[in-house]
């Protein structure tokens, strides 16, 4: 079936440290691949998005992410981690023109 | 620019009461759609339209119905409320990448609704 996976519940990291959330998807043709974040009681935000070009995409709050056609990954990824970058993440991948798909969303907090 | 609106933020109903929740954007994007949020499950697609007159079912359509006679308005129908359909609800709108399919977007504050 076409998806994403999210391989981590829960990400803790320390604030200043860089952070890495996972992203693996599974789909046909060339991916259009997609971060969001929600702060709590909140809906999601758009952070980025990879449809083609360069592999590194730089997008909202100083976030990167990282697709690995080979691996079929999509990590998101921060060099250092601030205590308001705790909340939850989820990845998306759009598996026919108009129908995406989301993972479970990984947590991460991020610790003085 | 409100971007995109939905009412009611609570909602509280019995099981086999009907309801409808309101999604309305300003943006002018032709695709819209509905989610469901349930803990450990992410977002699942509910039902989507890319225009006016035009809708279709996402991941899991079953319970709910919808249509779209503006571009600015997606409501989204409970027919007969079982406790399965509690759940926050998140409705977005998108512009679509050269007529291409959905691209970046845009979700309301949701809905949190309990079915006792």
């Known amino acids: 079936a076409q998806s994403v996976a999210q391989p981590e519940d829960q990400v803790n990291v320390a604030e200043g440290n860089p952070l890495t959330v996972k992203c693996t998807y599974s789909v046909s043709g060339n991916p259009y691949l997609f971060w969001y974040v929600q702060y709590p009681n909140r809906g999601l935000q758009f952070l980025l998005k990879?449809?083609?070009?360069?592999?590194l995409v730089k997008g909202s709050y100083g976030f990167e992410a990282e697709f690995n056609k080979s691996q079929t990954s999509f990590h998101l990824k921060k060099p250092s981690a601030l205590v308001s970058d705790s909340a939850l993440y989820f990845c998306a991948v759009r598996v026919r023109n108009n129908d995406m798909r989301f993972g479970a969303g990984t947590r991460l907090t991020v610790k003085p | 620019n409100a971007g995109v609106t939905q009412t009611p933020k609570f909602q509280v109903l019995k099981t086999g009461q009907s309801m409808t929740l309101q999604c309305a954007q300003d943006m002018n994007h032709e695709y819209m759609s509905w989610y469901r949020q349930d803990p450990g499950m992410g977002l699942r697609l509910i039902h989507y339209?890319?225009?006016?007159?035009?809708?279709d079912q996402g991941e899991v359509p079953n319970g709910y119905n919808v249509s779209r006679s503006t571009t600015e308005d997606f409501p989204l129908r409970l027919l007969s409320a079982a406790p399965s359909q509690t759940s926050v609800y998140f409705c977005a709108s998108s512009y679509t990448s050269g007529g291409s399919g959905a691209d970046t977007q845009y979700f309301g504050p949701g809905t949190r609704l309990t079915v006792l």
């Open positions: 339209s890319v225009g006016a007159g035009i809708t």
């Open positions: 990879y449809i083609t070009g360069d592999n």
